[in-house]
């Protein structure tokens, strides 16, 4: 059964002065919440629904938008370090959890987002009550895209905040071709990224693909089978190699699986684990 929720939308001053936007989707009694953290050159907007059908059933919801990316200030779709989405994520986390510090929270990431969230809790050790990630990009490039990298990183010594195409596949995103569409008419999502955010995630993954050991916290990871844009391979590993990691992959889905047309089911399978940890059930595959 639904319960009554609020909506929020506010901007704050992050470190060094960034201005950050913030959304939230909120029960009236929440059980717990999930920061949220969206992919590449999108925004916490496109999670309404998310954010909606979780709140619902009692699970308080909040996302940021990364620096550069939708509402928050930046070059849009730049960093000059990776570190920064590390920065502003534990950021609004540390003023959520002063907001509703009885509150058990759990860390959500999509995509960039993902390994946003994956590096955020190897390098900053949070103490959280479980880490959920939908098709992160957590694969070592092979052939020409590790050619394209190495390539991109001798053009960002010149050139840095050149802007070069995000190249998804047309119909990567999810099977339902509307979902493209809203995508592409969306003025907060970018279809460029610079050379110096490119770089950063290549490093970042290589950085962060085989740390899985380190996520003590309960583990979920999802992606859709059909993802032609992260490997769901390198998900597969990073879940085994957690001590308290599951993995579960959906037969006939693209890249983003909460905009599937079963995304309930996807977001079935989610508050369920959820739940599951708060109750102390063990972790299964």
Known sequence: MSTPLRRYELSVQGIAARSLYRRGWLPRAPRAAVLLAHGLAEHSGRYEHVGTWLAERGIAVHALDHVGHGRSSGPRCHVDRFEMFLDDYGFVLDALRKESPELPFFLLGHSMGGLIVSAFVCERGPEVSGVALSGP??????????????FARLLRMVAPKLRIAAGLPEDGLATDPAVREAYDADPLVEHKLTVSLACELGAWVEHTHDRGAEVTA???????ADD????????????KAAPRGGHR????????????????????????WIEGRLQGEPVSS
């Open 137 to 150: 990009p957590l694969a070592i490039a092979e052939g020409a895209l590790r050619r394209k990298m190495s």
């Open 218 to 224: 309960p583990l979920l990871i999802q992606h859709g």
């Open 249 to 272: 992959s959906y037969a006939g889905l693209r890249h983003e699986i909460f905009n599937e047309p079963s995304y309930q089911e996807v977001l079935s399978d989610l508050l369920e």
């Open 228 to 239: 032609p844009i992260c490997d769901v391979r390198g998900g597969q590993a990073f879940a």
